[in-house]
Each structure stands twice: as C-alpha cells, then as structure tokens.
C-alpha cells in the first residue's frame, strides 16, 4: 500500500479537481487516496460483494461527499 500511496502523492498536481474513475475498486483504497490527494469526485466502481464493503470503508473514512460507490458491472 505504500507504493499505491506514494505514486499516489507523486501525481496529486494531476489529480486534483479532477474526476476519477477506479473500475475493480475491491474495498476502495485507492479511490480513498485519491480522494485525499484532492480528487473532486471519485467513481469507485465494484462487480463483487466487495462493494458494500467498500462504501462503508468510505463512509468510516468521511469521504462519501466525494466517493461514490457503484456496486455494478462496467461492460
């Protein structure tokens, strides 16, 4: 997780206000980085069960304001 969140701060100039879209989100970790590198809004999307794990993670975390969480298939 280390390396997801320093690539992740190594790019936040690329990220901020911007809109993300994380496909196979799993528990939404990386949607939760990016979001605090100042994403506008995050699109955390999730085919799996994993998909109410992960927007409670959110909600603990205080980022449902900028994560939504998409319990869907993409294609």
Same mark, same amino acid.
């Given at each position: 997780?280390?390396?997801?969140?320093?690539?992740?701060?190594?790019?936040?100039?690329?990220?901020?206000g911007?809109?993300?879209?994380?496909? $196979?989100?799993? #528990? $939404?970790? !990386?949607?939760?980085?990016?979001?605090?590198? $100042?994403?506008?809004?995050?699109?955390?999307?999730?085919?799996?069960?994993?998909? !109410?794990?992960?927007e #409670?993670?959110?909600?603990?975390n $205080? !980022?449902?304001?900028?994560?939504?969480?998409?319990?869907?298939?993409?294609?």
């Amino acid at each position: 997780m280390v390396a997801y969140k320093s690539a992740i701060s190594y790019h936040q100039n690329d990220i901020e206000g911007k809109v993300i879209v994380d496909v $196979g989100c799993g #528990t $939404g970790i !990386l949607s939760i980085l990016c979001a605090r590198a $100042g994403a506008r809004k995050v699109y955390a999307i999730e085919a799996s069960g994993m998909a !109410l794990h992960a927007e #409670t993670i959110v909600k603990v975390n $205080g !980022l449902s304001d900028v994560i939504k969480v998409l319990h869907c298939k993409v294609e």
